[in-house]
């Protein structure tokens, strides 16, 4: 039985990165240590338990409630 695949995400024009749910935003990581952390770690890990791991994280990551999200995420 295969994995869904509900969270995605996309850097945005300022650097930072929304994580999405179901492309309805999570979360938005901000920071340039923090965004480094977040795209070395989607590179070298499985994708969805980073994205779950960085979208419970306080630090670094503001609520995404106002962003609206776009398709292709």
């Known amino acids: 039985m295969g994995t869904d695949r509900y ?5 945005l024009h300022d650097g930072s990165v ?4 179901r ?5 938005v990581v901000r920071g340039r240590q923090q965004v480094s952390e977040l ?4 590179r070298s890990e499985d994708a969805q338990a980073v ?3 960085y979208s419970r994280r306080a630090d670094g990551a503001d609520n995404a409630a106002d962003i609206s999200c776009r398709s292709g995420v």
């Open 51 to 53: 994205l779950s791991r």
């Open 7 to 11: 969270l995605g995400y996309q850097q």
């Open 18 to 21: 929304l994580i999405t749910h």
């Open 39 to 42: 795209l070395s770690a989607l």
């Open 23 to 27: 492309c309805r935003p999570l979360q």
